[in-house]
């Protein structure tokens, strides 16, 4: 219920998360009770905690119809569901860019607002390039094509009256998007830099690798719009933001 603590910064958490490891009829009455609230345990550890994901129709269940009418974006709402899903889709392709770093309970990627823009215009770019070329493979996902082509045409930048980054842009969408994954406790806020740069944590690595690695994120992968960094390096956005 508290998605930024830690069991390092809180003794009773630790104990409960050594209690739930060393004691059987614990852990399952954790899982019983978890799952009377809607919700599944998908790992407790002393690095993450107890990682949480809600069910369907649970309570707690944040539904994308009403994370995406909040951004009050002009398109229509299966296309407005798809633009958000691209975002965070992105976002964890970011993250965590190769297998090995979502088995790797060490790894910590970085993400920035910049980049997740790049790399979905990137992959605009692609698909509308294969959609020429007749060889759209999205003739079974309209929606997903309508999306691609609605978030090309959409502003990467535009300030309010006020001065503040408008949020029907890419980027505002973008920026909404991390800093509801940090609100969760999925990213931790680490400077401004290029829009807003983000470091990953152990309660999103789980989650990314328990519900987001599955076909559409190996697509994503597949496209080659995402910089896969060697050894000691951190992927950052070119000059250009296309990666």
């Given at each position: 219920m508290?998605p930024k603590?830690?069991?390092g910064?809180d003794?009773?958490?630790?104990?409960?998360v050594?209690r739930y490891?060393e004691?059987?009829a614990f852990?399952?009455?954790?899982?019983?009770?978890?799952a009377?609230?809607g919700l599944m345990?998908l790992e407790?550890?002393?690095?993450a905690?107890?990682?949480?994901a809600a069910?369907?129709?649970?309570?707690?269940?944040?539904?994308?119809?009403s994370?995406?009418r909040q951004s009050?974006?002009r398109e229509r709402?299966?296309?407005?569901?798809?633009?958000?899903?691209?975002?965070h889709?992105a976002?964890?392709a970011?993250g965590y860019?190769?297998?090995?770093?979502?088995?790797?309970?060490?790894?910590?990627?970085?993400?920035?607002?910049e980049?997740v823009?790049?790399?979905v215009?990137?992959?605009?770019?692609i698909?509308?390039e294969?959609a020429a070329?007749?060889t759209?493979p999205?003739?079974?996902?309209?929606e997903?094509?309508q999306?691609w082509?609605?978030?090309?045409?959409?502003?990467?930048?535009?300030?309010?009256?006020?001065?503040?980054?408008?949020?029907?842009?890419?980027?505002?969408m973008v920026?909404r998007?991390?800093?509801?994954l940090?609100?969760?406790?999925?990213?931790?806020s680490?400077?401004s830099?290029?829009?807003?740069?983000?470091?990953t944590?152990?309660r999103?690595?789980?989650q990314?690798?328990e519900?987001?690695a599955?076909?559409a994120?190996?697509?994503?992968?597949a496209?080659?719009?995402v910089?896969v960094?060697g050894?000691?390096?951190?992927?950052?956005?070119?000059?250009t933001?296309?990666?």
């Amino acid at each position: 219920m508290r998605p930024k603590l830690v069991p390092g910064r809180d003794v009773v958490y630790a104990d409960l998360v050594r209690r739930y490891g060393e004691d059987s009829a614990f852990k399952q009455l954790t899982h019983a009770v978890a799952a009377g609230l809607g919700l599944m345990v998908l790992e407790v550890n002393a690095q993450a905690g107890a990682v949480l994901a809600a069910t369907d129709e649970s309570v707690f269940e944040i539904k994308m119809d009403s994370y995406a009418r909040q951004s009050k974006i002009r398109e229509r709402r299966d296309t407005e569901k798809v633009l958000h899903g691209l975002i965070h889709l992105a976002a964890a392709a970011l993250g965590y860019p190769r297998p090995d770093d979502l088995a790797n309970d060490t790894y910590i990627g970085r993400v920035s607002v910049e980049q997740v823009d790049g790399v979905v215009r990137e992959a605009c770019r692609i698909l509308d390039e294969r959609a020429a070329a007749n060889t759209d493979p999205l003739a079974d996902a309209p929606e997903l094509e309508q999306a691609w082509r609605a978030y090309a045409r959409r502003p990467a930048t535009a300030a309010t009256k006020d001065g503040r980054l408008a949020p029907d842009t890419t980027r505002g969408m973008v920026t909404r998007a991390l800093r509801f994954l940090a609100e969760q406790g999925f990213l931790v806020s680490v400077s401004s830099e290029q829009g807003g740069t983000y470091r990953t944590t152990p309660r999103y690595q789980v989650q990314v690798r328990e519900l987001a690695a599955d076909a559409a994120f190996d697509e994503l992968l597949a496209l080659g719009v995402v910089a896969v960094p060697g050894e000691g390096s951190t992927l950052r956005a070119s000059a250009t933001d296309t990666l």
